[in-house]
């Protein structure tokens, strides 16, 4: 992925999930990170972005069971 590292990243669903603090509230921070999100989704990497505060078992079902549905259904 050209040196970008994400924070998780799912090959077979070619995900990539980052974990974001208060630092990405920042107006440089954002312009940083729109053209990652950018240049990972040129490469046909859809992003998921989830706040620390917000991480918990019950956010990561409701974001990645579609997903994993849907590449069942897919699959």
Known sequence: ?????LDFYCA???LGL????GVHD?????VYDAARTQA???LHIHM????NEDVSRETFEALLW??????????
């Not at 920042?26 to 954002?30: A, K, S, Y």
């Not at 998921?48 to 706040?51: D, E």
């Open 66 to 75: 579609p997903l994993l549905d849907g590449a069942h259904d897919e699959g």
């Open 48 to 51: 998921l972005r989830v706040r």
């Open 1 to 5: 992925m050209d040196g970008l590292r």
């Open 12 to 14: 077979s669903l070619r």
């Open 26 to 30: 920042e107006p440089d921070q954002r």
């Open 18 to 21: 980052e974990i974001d603090g």
């Open 40 to 42: 990972l989704e040129a």
